[in-house]
């Protein structure tokens, strides 16, 4: 039976701006163990990113490709998930913002800002090839199908490390079932500890 402890309510009806988590009863290999940021959910359809599935390519080496002026950037091209798509840009500049996710996290896809924001060496950055996308009401489906497990995205789980993030999203969803009453603020950063 599908889990659906954790239905939308009508102030979380859009998720974007929080992470997805695929549940055991969504067998589709491309979410396995991944992390899903959304950038945009709505009555249209949806579309989010990958955020913990590193590319063997970096942005030098794709910015060679590409025919860029050379960028010395070493970060890793993530991949965002199984639609095609342009590459796309996770950052915290709002001057060079196609769209805000949530307060001070953006995306970017027009080449000439990600050109600009690969050269600033300070900026939070994530890039992504490719997506994954929803028709209208497909991801209310699967939530409804308890597919999918979510929780609110920060911006420093964001551009945190690859290889942990599931992890820490993951244990923060089991204690928003669990606990859901529980003030995060007080517990302990590792409750294994107690």
């Not at 695929?22 to 959304?38: E, G, H, K, T």
């Not at 063997?56 to 910015?63: I, S």
């Not at 027009?110 to 997506?131: A, F």
Request: aromatic share 8%.
């Amino acid at each position: 039976m599908p889990l659906t402890v954790r239905r939308a309510t009508m102030a979380e009806k859009w998720l974007t701006g929080h992470f997805l988590v695929a549940s055991r009863y969504l067998r589709d290999p491309n979410f396995a163990q991944s992390v899903v940021l959304m950038i945009h959910h709505d009555h249209q359809g949806a579309m989010g990113v990958v955020i913990n599935r590193p590319s063997d390519k970096t942005v030098r080496e794709v910015w060679e490709m590409i025919g860029n002026d050379p960028c010395d950037r070493d970060d890793r091209i993530f991949v965002g998930g199984p639609v095609p798509g342009p590459l796309l840009a996770l950052h915290t500049v709002q001057a060079f913002a196609d769209h805000q996710i949530m307060p001070g996290l953006y995306f970017s896809t027009d080449r000439d800002e990600l050109d600009l924001i690969v050269r600033k060496k300070k900026v939070s950055l994530r890039l992504c090839s490719g997506n994954a996308g929803w028709a209208s009401g497909q991801l209310e489906g699967e939530l409804e199908a308890g597919g999918w497990l979510w929780t609110k995205a920060t911006i420093d789980d964001v551009f945190a490390d690859h290889e942990s993030i599931w992890k820490t999203v993951t244990q923060r969803i089991g204690l928003e079932i669990m606990a859901p009453d529980l003030d995060r603020a007080h517990l302990p950063s590792d409750p294994s500890l107690n």
